[in-house]
């Protein structure tokens, strides 16, 4: 499922805020391009932003102004390159055989 905001008012501030692991607020959302319990996919006016967690909720989705607000237990978020996950330069062993 697709959710993209179509209001030209998305503000070019972007904030995370992570309450105890269980509640998270975005601002400067652009469209959330895929969701489930155990991940969100968004993008976000800094890029697209992985979130992972597990029993995952949207709360509250407001399209004006590009807020969301996600309830559940928070495991990590990232900022993914060109909408993959960075790769590591190097792998930990490859340096540990150096």
């Known amino acids: 499922m697709e ?3 179509t209001s030209p008012l998305v503000p070019a501030n972007h ?5 105890d692991r269980r ?3 975005i601002t400067g959302v652009k469209k959330i391009s895929s969701f489930d ?3 969100f996919l968004l ?3 800094m890029g697209i932003l992985l979130l992972k967690g ?5 709360l ?3 399209t004006h102004d590009g807020n969301v607000r996600i309830k559940g237990k928070i495991i990590s978020y990232q900022y993914l390159e060109n909408g993959k996950a960075k ?3 190097e792998s930990f062993m490859a340096k540990l055989f150096k």
């Open 87 to 89: 790769a590591k330069e």
């Open 15 to 19: 904030e995370v805020k992570i309450i």
């Open 3 to 5: 959710i993209e905001n």
């Open 37 to 39: 319990h155990e991940e």
């Open 43 to 45: 993008e976000t006016t």
């Open 60 to 62: 509250k989705l407001d």
């Open 23 to 25: 509640e998270i607020y």
């Open 54 to 58: 597990s029993g995952l909720e949207l």
